[in-house]
C-alpha cells in the first residue's frame, strides 16, 4: 500500500477527523487505527497492518541501547488504538489534539507506510522552511 497526496479536513467539535473516500478505499475500510506523536509536531497514523511491521522491525532493535528502549517507551507509551465509524470517522484523544497544536482546519498527508495529521497552518510553515531544501534532502534520500 502506498499512500500519498495532501488532503485538507476539518476537525469537528468532537475532535473527529473525516477521511476521504480514497483513503478509506487504500486502507481497505480499516475498523480501527493507531495513532501517534510524530516527529515535527504533527501526528502519525498507521493501519494495523504497517503498525504490526513497524513493531516487527523495532523488535530486532538492541533493548540493550538505551536509546531504542526510550523511543520504544515515547512511541508505544503514547500510541492509541482509535475505533473508525461507519462514516469513516476517527476521534482524535484530546492529549494528542494538544501535542500536535491541532486547530480546526488541518492537513492529512500520505506518506508511505503512513498518514500525518497536521494542523494547516503549520503544514503550510513546514512547507515554506523546506522548500529551498527540496534538492538537497532529494538526493539525500534516494542515496544507497
Not at 63 to 85: C, L, S, Y
Request: aromatic fraction near 10%; proline fraction near 6%.
Amino acid at each position: 500500500m502506498l499512500l500519498t497526496g495532501t488532503h485538507p479536513r476539518t476537525l469537528d467539535e468532537k475532535n473527529r477527523l473525516v477521511f476521504p473516500k480514497r483513503i478509506r478505499d487504500l486502507l481497505n475500510k480499516p475498523e480501527s487505527l493507531y495513532i501517534t506523536p510524530g516527529p515535527d509536531q504533527c501526528l502519525w497514523l498507521f493501519p494495523p497492518t504497517e503498525m504490526q511491521r513497524l513493531d516487527e522491525k523495532l523488535r530486532q532493535s538492541s533493548a540493550a541501547d538505551p536509546e531504542v528502549r526510550a523511543f520504544r517507551r515515547m512511541f508505544f507509551g503514547q500510541t492509541e488504538e482509535v475505533d473508525v465509524d461507519r462514516s469513516g470517522r476517527i476521534l482524535i484523544p484530546e492529549r494528542l489534539v494538544r501535542f500536535a497544536g491541532l486547530g480546526r482546519e488541518v492537513v492529512l498527508l500520505g506518506v508511505q507506510d503512513h498518514l500525518e495529521l497536521w494542523d494547516a497552518n503549520r503544514w503550510q510553515q513546514y512547507q515554506q522552511e523546506q522548500a529551498s531544501r527540496f534538492d538537497a534532502v532529494a538526493e539525500k534520500a534516494f542515496q544507497t
